[in-house]
């Protein structure tokens, strides 16, 4: 079981580490491009908040990826999140569309991100995934 894990794991990074990285100003930016049709902006899939600053992770699932993530950055989602982003922590957004996974392994691969990145035990996930 152990190695079955840790393939999962390494799995994972090699995923978030072939994503889209932006930092928040730079989506933000990205974003307000497409005022009038976010729709060409929107995306299922995941994404990762990581705190630079203090190197913890928020694992996050979702059909509007981008809608999510706005959430977490104009503090309405994670309160830990918005408090550190006031304090002037350093962040990075990946952004992971879901052709990158496979449908059937959503769940899986999203408590293998919460796993994967400790987003759970020493991040900002409040469970460690949905199903």
Do not use: W
Request: with cysteine.
């Amino acid at each position: 079981m152990e190695i079955r894990r840790r393939k999962a794991i390494a799995r994972a990074h090699a995923i978030v580490e072939h994503s889209r990285t932006l930092s928040p100003t730079d989506f933000l930016e990205e974003r307000n491009q497409y005022k009038g049709h976010l729709k060409d902006f929107d995306f299922p899939g995941f994404y990762l908040i990581h705190n630079k600053t203090r190197d913890k992770y928020y694992v996050g699932r979702a059909d509007h990826v981008p809608e999510r993530v706005n959430i977490n950055l104009q503090g309405r989602g994670n309160m830990d999140i918005s408090a550190h982003i006031r304090c002037g922590d350093d962040f990075e957004i990946s952004l992971i569309p879901l052709e990158s996974i496979n449908q059937s392994d959503l769940a899986r691969f999203e408590r293998t991100l919460i796993d994967a990145y400790n987003a759970y035990r020493h991040g900002y996930n409040i469970n460690r995934g949905r199903g």
